[in-house]
């Protein structure tokens, strides 16, 4: 589907994102369930067609919604510095996924809590997609503790931990509170890098 | 609804609870709007009119299935010994999260997947109930910074932290597999309170 963008001019894909925007608003406001084409085309001030001209089906929308952020996080990574130390790229990746959760918080929210409305198909390729983030970060938390740097003893549950810390955000981090999104990713970085404790653990 | 409980024979709370446990599976299994009275009663294996005695509403069935937990979890919090040090506190906290994913995998998944779809009043009192459980976790969060324990420079996003990478595991975590629930439960709790760094951090 992602494909597809290539074949739209620069107008079309502006009244496309904007049709995936106006839906990630009106599926966290009213629900998946309860939103239809004709609300999306009136949100966005188009007409039912046009919706349907790029997107078959409500699913294809929350599919896309989807895509489009996990797309956004697997650039960053795949494109950043390789001289980055171990720390200062698990760091971008805090701030990549906090700076989502302020520049697309519906989107976000919206996928986790109606992932499961998705048909089996598109469900298992946006699955795959996130599988494939996944392993990147995990493939640098297990070089780090080959290297030594981290002292992980499952390196998959650091994984996970990371993406616990980042992603459960979407339950409470509110853009344009009191900490900004870069501010928010540092202190939950240095909970997963240094840890809370004041001092060593006798445990 | 929990005051319902006390005047229940002992039949009737271990119906009511098959109900409960039923309904989770199978909202699991085919999601929340997709699951009618009919295939709640005939997983139980009772008739109809029992589950509406117990429950007038589906809504109320999902209210509950999250009730028990959170109470469970409350109970857990509030019986704990007071002279447990506050690192051996937060490690038991990992402990009980974690073992709920163990014991009521289905009843987790299904709260946070469908809590949207509960009316606002059942919502606002679930919503309640779960800042009450996360006011006790972050007062001993609190407290901790005060006596010197922990050195969390924004409390809440300390609590945030521990939710996210206790409450993700409903993502991630499937009950039997090489890893126990305790076992998960220290690996990310160690990750909490030392810290991923094999190093202190230069930053």
Known sequence: MARLDGALTPGGLQRRNAI???AAQLFNEHGYHNTSTAQIAERVGCAKATVYHYFKKKPEILFEIHDQWIEELLTRVEERDPGLSLEEFLRSVFRDILHLME??????R???EYYHEL???LRATAVAKRDRY???ILNRIEHGVRTGELKARQPRI???ALF???NWAYQWYRP???LSDEQVADELFSIYFDGLGAAPSAG
């Open 20 to 22: 995936i925007n106006a």
């Open 103 to 108: 520049s697309k918080s519906d989107n976000v």
């Open 110 to 112: 919206v996928f986790f």
């Open 119 to 121: 048909p089996s198909d």
């Open 134 to 136: 996944e392993a990147l």
């Open 158 to 160: 650091a994984a996970f």
């Open 164 to 166: 616990g810390m980042c």
């Open 176 to 178: 344009g509170r009191e």
